[in-house]
């Protein structure tokens, strides 16, 4: 994917950058743009401008924040989770202001390899920027070590709390499979596809060490833990 500059020194790295808020978004977009070896080949504001942009330009790599529009929860991993699926080789660096576990691991979930966790108030400038979307690029990982302490430290304090493991998007997704819906009615719920329910499904059931029994007994345990860890339960 990298393109030469003339004098032969070193590749460009193609970058799309997704961020909603327009202070952010110019302030990094700046960081790219004087960085040499960092092309910015497009910027959006949002998840379907984003994923058009990636389609369009095919960049190297992709610099997104974690919460945009539509919905504000998790865009930043679904646009991850998308490009994993779609377009394996192109990497994704995440930007957040949120050191919570549960998103880093929905980012790895599929592999670290050409992914990146960083923290917003801790990239001290362009050239952190620019050093991590080179390792990024090239397939390898960053993830800040604040977040890293606190994976640490939660694991530590929570050994047997399978639920704090799950995503934002699976603890939806558990919560609406405790209300006795089918896949096809969590999707038309949650406004997301069968099959993006059946992965995440399955992903949730991995973390609750279900992952061997039958789907039927599965499901209902899956809905015996959420409701046991409910105010009540």
Not at 96 to 124: C, F, I, N
């Amino acid at each position: 994917m990298y393109e030469w500059y003339a004098r032969g020194s070193m590749p460009t790295i193609r970058v799309v950058l997704a961020e909603d808020n327009a202070l952010l978004r110019e302030g990094i977009s700046h960081m790219i743009d004087v960085e040499e070896e960092l092309d910015l080949v497009g910027v959006a504001a949002d998840l379907p401008e984003l994923l058009a942009l990636v389609v369009e330009h095919e960049p190297d790599v992709v610099v997104t924040d974690i919460r945009m529009p539509p919905t504000g929860t998790d865009e930043g991993i679904q646009a991850a989770s998308w490009i994993r699926e779609n377009r394996p080789t192109m990497g994704v660096v995440v930007l957040s202001q949120y050191t919570a576990p549960a998103y880093a691991l929905a980012l790895l979930e599929d592999g670290s390899a050409g992914r990146a966790y960083l923290l917003k108030e801790r990239v001290a400038g362009a050239h952190e920027l620019s050093r991590t979307i080179r390792v990024v690029a090239s397939g390898g990982s960053v993830i800040d070590p604040n977040v890293v302490d606190e994976l640490v430290r939660a694991r530590a304090k929570h050994p047997k709390s399978d639920l704090e493991w799950l995503t934002p998007r699976e603890s939806e997704i558990l919560a609406e499979m405790a209300q006795g819906k089918s896949n096809g009615a969590i999707a038309k719920s949650l406004s997301v596809s069968e099959r993006a329910v059946e992965k995440h499904s399955n992903a949730i059931f991995s973390k609750l060490g279900l992952s061997e029994e039958r789907d039927l007994n599965r499901r209902v345990k899956a809905v015996l833990v959420y409701l046991g860890a409910q105010p009540g339960g």
